[in-house]
């Protein structure tokens, strides 16, 4: 037998304590009124229920304060479990499900929490009433109970609810020394739920406070680190390192459209370190890269399943939001958060938090693409200054002094003098050859970088030798050009950059070597290609700045490769050897 899911009255239904508008004598004449009139077990029990309620009322964190109100519940029934479901946002499940009185060994053994879409914790979310029942093992909407669940048959059920919504349900069950749940047991908890209502909708709006309060510093640190001058590439992984961060997830991915079409993965953050998700195409095909580059939002409950998905990468993830990066309605790229299998799915909070975050994240984007455009047409203006100058004033003038060499030479009779000013007009053909190869590299616009990945380097030495005052020495072994993928070749390249970006702005360097070997052998016996690019300059100081190597780790990491750094090449292993490694 079960008992009515509305319990019966009790047997003498105490007068209502004074209404919030009724104060001063009456409302103490009405309060004493009613203490009186209560039934003496309840009365006797009234100070436990106030102590209760003082219980549930300390803190205002929210996951504390459902255990607070589980374990309160639990000691004022004495019952031997309790457990607070946590209804969903589309209002059809359990979002959380906080349990007292199972030891954690009896949790881990029971596996999965419900889901709350069946049995009779499915039945009180469709239709949320009071529950008492002296059997719930036999009450016609209970499924059972999975291995090594403690056994339980008396239940007292009551709904929390919060602002005038059904938050979720408060669950008793296995009533200590036995028998089944009072009336008054009932009365108490109804009460203990009402105030948890108003306890939980203090820390739901305090968790959403702080939760604000959490994605806007995190749009703060994104706008201030993409324009403090990071790179392209750091700007974009420092987007998704706070994406990650912010929304719980797993992983962050930052995608922009490839030539081929499709969206590329070109920066993430994941919680195990790189991965190999660098370089990843999402192709064309997928309906969820239409509907993103169109501006709008995709979230995804489980990633898994999810048919719109076609890439293997989406298998191993659960719960996924993809977010465009769009300002003043341009698609810049699309930011990706996908949580682990089995997680809880983004609340229509964090969605909401998430979709600004984005915005400003693209905000800062096209703040910090504008501020780079300014900075590289400076540089080009530079570089054009720079290319004038060279080629009507020194290459000018070295010519006329070559011209006063040759008349020299011939008037010279001591072959010892003539030998002597042809050496010296030859280094200066030398000198002019290189000036001019200085100049085409000046003068040639990045659109026009040729794709041999040999070009490619000599390419980067010649406009590092601008900036360095001189130009640095370069060694290729092996087949550069055949052997070395278009990935690693677009990596490296980068690499070097950095590499030669810090000789520059750090090393004071007088000397530099660039080394290229397509036929390394990598540790674990795989082919692979090694840069090295060593400098005599002042070495790396005790808490300088690590940030370009690591980002050069991190790109050789993602590749399978590695990358370190140790002593230069000057006097006594001055300066600084940066040594950059990945597969074919």
């Known amino acids: ?65 459902l255990d607070r109100i589980a374990e309160t519940a639990a000691s004022l029934t004495g ?51 009071t529950v008492r029942l002296d059997d719930l093992t036999q009450d016609p909407r209970s499924m059972g109970f999975p291995p090594h669940h403690p056994p339980m048959r008396t239940f007292l059920g009551v709904p929390i609810r919060v602002g005038g919504e059904v938050f979720g349900n408060l669950y008793l069950t296995e009533k200590r020394g036995g028998g089944s749940f009072s009336i008054y047991d009932l009365h108490m908890v109804k009460v203990l739920a009402t105030e948890a209502g108003i306890q939980i909708g203090n820390a739901r709006l305090y968790e959403a406070t702080r939760q604000r309060e959490r994605w806007i510093d995190g749009s703060v640190a994104v706008t201030t680190a993409l324009l403090s001058g990071a790179d392209a590439d750091e700007s974009l992984t420092v987007v998704a390192e706070q ?26 953050s ?45 298998r191993a993830y659960g719960p996924t939001m993809f977010l465009p990066l769009e300002s003043g309605g341009r698609v810049l790229g699309v930011l990706a958060a996908p949580r682990v299998g089995g997680a809880q799915p983004y609340t229509e909070a964090e969605k909401t938090l998430a979709v600004q975050f984005a915005a400003q994240a693209a905000l800062a984007l096209m703040m910090a693409e504008a501020q ?20 009507d ?42 000036i001019r190869t200085a100049i085409f590299a000046l003068q040639q616009g990045p ?25 640095p020495s370069h060694r290729f072994l092996g087949p550069v050009d055949t052997v070395v993928g278009e990935l690693t070749g677009k990596n490296l390249i980068a690499a070097l950059r950095e590499a030669l970006s810090n000789a520059f702005r750090h090393a004071q360097a007088g000397q530099i070597e660039v080394v290229v070997d397509a036929g390394a052998q990598l540790p674990d016996g795989r082919e692979g290609v090694r840069l090295t690019v060593a400098d005599d300059g002042v070495g790396i ?44």
């Open 243 to 268: 994406a990650r961060k912010l929304a719980n997830a797993s992983a962050a991915f930052v995608l922009l459209t490839a030539e081929e079409g499709g969206l590329e993965i070109v920066a993430e």
């Open 79 to 129: 019952a031997r479990y309790a457990a607070i479901g946590v209804i969903n946002d589309k209002g059809d499940g359990l979002a959380d499900f906080i349990t007292y009185g199972i030891p954690q060994e009896h949790r881990e053994l029971i596996g999965a929490l419900p889901d709350g879409r069946s049995g009779l914790l499915g039945a009180l979310i469709k239709d949320p009433a």
């Open 270 to 314: 994941t919680e195990s370190g790189p991965s190999s998700a660098l370089g990843l195409l999402v192709p064309p095909e997928s309906p969820v890269v239409d509907l993103v580059l169109s501006g709008e939002p995709v979230f995804i409950d489980d990633a898994a399943t999810d048919d719109r998905l076609i890439t293997e990468l989406a």
């Open 393 to 434: 004033l020194v290459i000018q003038r070295l010519f006329a002094t070559g011209m006063m060499l040759e008349s020299a030479q011939r008037r010279s009779v001591v072959p010892e003098v003539q030998t002597g000013v042809g050496k010296a007009i030859d280094e200066l053909d030398v000198t002019i050859q290189e």
């Open 1 to 65: 037998m079960h008992a009515p899911a509305v319990p019966e009255e009790l047997p003498e239904d105490p007068p209502p304590f004074p209404e919030r508008d009724v104060t001063g004598t009456a409302a103490a004449e009405q309060a004493a009124r009613s203490l009186q009139s209560l039934p003496e077990e309840l009365a006797a029990r009234l100070p436990q229920l106030l102590e209760a309620m003082v219980s549930v009322g300390s803190g205002l964190d929210l996951h504390s304060t």
């Open 447 to 471: 659109a026009e970088a040729p794709s041999g990945l040999r070009t490619r380097v000599l390419r980067e030495i010649n406009m590092a030798a601008v900036p360095l005052g001189f130009k």
């Open 541 to 584: 100081p005790e808490g300088g700045r690590r940030s370009g190597l690591k980002n050069l780790k991190r790109r050789a990491e993602s590749l399978g490769g590695d990358s370190w750094y140790g002593q230069g090449i000057g006097d006594d292993g001055a300066g600084t050897t940066v040594v950059w490694q990945a597969p074919h």
């Open 372 to 391: 780079r455009d300014r900075e590289r047409l400076a540089v080009f203006e530079d570089r054009d200054r720079i290319a004038r100058d060279l080629h």
